[in-house]
C-alpha cells in the first residue's frame, strides 16, 4: 500500500475518533504550498485556510497528532495553536529545530469524506565555521597542511582564497593626561602580514623606553604605555605600521586637560606614499621659518 493511501486510511481513523465532538460550519478549505522553508531558530506559522463546511480537523507531524480539534496533543511547548475558526486553522512552532523539519498534514472531515493538505518544512541552518588551521610557518618549497571544517544545512562550500593588503591603521584617538598619572596611546592596524610598528615623536625622533614610558607591541596593535606623566611627554607621537606590501602612519597627541589641540588623522598609504608624508611634513615646516 501506498503511503498517501496510509496517510488517507490515518486521517479517516483520526476523525472517526473525533466523530464524536462538536460540528463546524462555513469553513473555508485551501492547499497548503508544498514546501516551507525556515531558518533554525526563528518561529514559523503552518495556515489552513478551508472553504467548506467540515465537522472536525486535526494537525498532524508525520504519524504524531499535534492539535484534534483545539485540543493540544503534542507535548511540545513551542506548538501552539493560532487560529482554530470557520476559516482558519494554523499551528506556530517557535524557535524551530532542526528534528521539526518533516511532514506537516492539515486534516478535515468535510462532507462525509475525509480531506487532506501536506506541507514539508525544511530547515536551514546558516553556515559557520568550527574549526580552522591556526598560523604555520613553512620554509619555501615545502609542504603545509591548511584545513577549514564548516556546518550548515544545506552543506556549505567552503573556498579558499589569499588575502595581501598593506597595514590599515583604524583605532586613533588623542589622550589627556595629568602629571604624574599614567596614559596610554593606542595605534591598531589590519595587515596580512602581520604589520610591524615604530612609534616617532614631533620632531621624528624614534621613540625609546625608558623607566617612565615603554613599548608594548602586540599582535595587532602597539601601545606606549606612560607609567608617570612629566611635561616631556606632552606633544605629537606617530605610530607607523609597516609589512612587505606597504605601510600607513597616524598621528595623535599627548596633551594637558584644557589645552588647546588638533585631532590626530590617520592616513593610510602605501611605502612610497608614507616617505612623501615625511617629505611634505619637512617643506611644511621649512615654508613656516
Known sequence: MSCPVLRNVFAGLLLALLSNGPSVHGAEFGHLPDNIT??????????CKIDEEVTH????????????????WSLD????????????????????????????????????????????????VPARIVNISQDVSVNEGGNVYLFCLAVGRPEP????????????ITDVKNMPAQLGKTA????EAMAVP??????????????????????????????????????????NYTCFASN??????ASMLLFRPGAVYGRGVAVNV????????WLCLSVSLLMKV
Open 77 to 124: 511547548r513551542r506548538v501552539s495553536l493560532v487560529n482554530s475558526n470557520t476559516s482558519d486553522f494554523s499551528i506556530q512552532i517557535e524557535r524551530v529545530e532542526v528534528a521539526d523539519e518533516g511532514l506537516y498534514t492539515c486534516s478535515f472531515q468535510a462532507s462525509n469524506k475525509p480531506r487532506i493538505a501536506h506541507v514539508f518544512l525544511i530547515v536551514q
Open 38 to 47: 525556515v531558518l533554525e531558530g526563528e518561529s514559523i506559522i503552518l495556515r
Open 157 to 168: 562550500t567552503v573556498t579558499w582564497k589569499e588575502n595581501k593588503y598593506p597595514p590599515m
Open 244 to 249: 612587505r606590501l606597504g605601510a600607513s602612519n
Open 57 to 72: 480537523k486535526a494537525w498532524l507531524n508525520r504519524s504524531n497528532i499535534l492539535f484534534a480539534g483545539t485540543d493540544k
Open 184 to 187: 596610554i596611546l593606542r595605534c
Open 270 to 277: 602605501g611605502v612610497s606614499a608614507g616617505v612623501g608624508f
Open 194 to 235: 602581520t604589520a610591524s610598528f615604530e612609534w616617532y615623536r614631533d620632531d621624528r625622533r624614534p621613540v625609546e623606553s625608558d623607566n617612565t614610558l615603554r613599548i608594548k607591541n602586540e599582535k595587532t596593535r602597539s601601545l606606549l604605555l606612560f607609567t608617570n606623566v612629566t611635561d616631556k611627554h606632552f606633544g
